[in-house]
């Protein structure tokens, strides 16, 4: 199940009028709080992808994906990991800006 994620324009040329927020999170602060791996994957432009539980929220709050490799971490409006699966319109996806959209906000 994932969040009520919302906004009157969507970001970067999406024709959807709701999108999914996420939050950007300092990388090093959140690794150093030794966060539980709870799924890895790829999304559609085969990044790999660790979810975390929140270190502070646990399960009462939103996942957490992680790019290591770019090390960008962000807070998912998601609370499980359901929907995060292989060509998931769902999927985090790294863009070139640094920011991260679900991958049917990307015109790939």
Same mark, same amino acid.
């Given at each position: ?8 324009? #969507?970001?970067? !040329? ?9 939050? *950007?999170?300092?990388?090093?602060? &959140? ?23 929140? #270190?502070?929220? !646990? ?9 290591? *490799?770019?090390?960008?971490?962000? &807070? ?33």
């Amino acid at each position: 199940m994932h969040g009520a994620g919302g906004g009157s324009t #969507p970001p970067h !040329g999406s024709n959807h009028l709701n999108f999914i927020i996420m939050q *950007k999170l300092n990388y090093d602060k &959140l690794m150093a709080y030794k966060p539980t791996k709870i799924h890895e994957g790829y999304n559609q432009r085969k990044q790999a992808i660790t979810y975390y539980e929140h #270190p502070i929220g !646990g399960d009462m709050d939103c996942i957490i994906a992680v790019f290591n *490799k770019q090390r960008v971490a962000v &807070l998912t409006d998601f609370f499980d990991t359901e929907d995060f699966y292989t060509d998931s319109d769902y999927n985090p996806i790294l863009l070139d800006d640094g920011s991260v959209v679900c991958a049917f906000e990307t015109e790939d």
